[in-house]
């Protein structure tokens, strides 16, 4: 399925097979197709790239479709590498967190820093957390292989792993 090139987001690289790989939905997903292009919410004299998922109902396109800053796309993908390397060592706490201390790190960005936490402001966290890591589990196989693939395309960009101070 083709994706439009029609709306506010003008893709340039697209991906429009991606139903066939989409994780846990690979052959059954309404997100079929991935892009980055021109954002949507491109003002006159200021253009951003964005990157896109594409969802489709059966019928019509869906509002449901995300349109994200490149960087937070990368955001996102630190989350997901800290939240999966906490989730390693995890088991040593009764809770799978620290209870007097929620935070998991601080990573440094554009002279501040991402706070990861565990959210002990939801109410459930307690169950919330135990199927958290369960899935992370079940799934670790389908995320390791496309964090194995995004590092090795890291090394090859030259982005390897460097000295930290």
Known sequence: ???????????????????????RQAGNSDAKGLSLGLAQWNDRGRVDISAKVWRYTGEKWSRQSEELPLHRVIDLAILVCRAKQYFTDAYRYPKLYDETDPRIDRIGLQGDAMTVDICTENKMIDEDIKLFADVLARDDEMISERLHRLADMLGEMGYGRRHRD
């Open 1 to 23: 399925m083709k994706i439009p090139t029609t709306l506010k987001h003008k893709p340039v690289v697209v991906s429009e097979n991606y139903e066939s790989i989409d994780g």
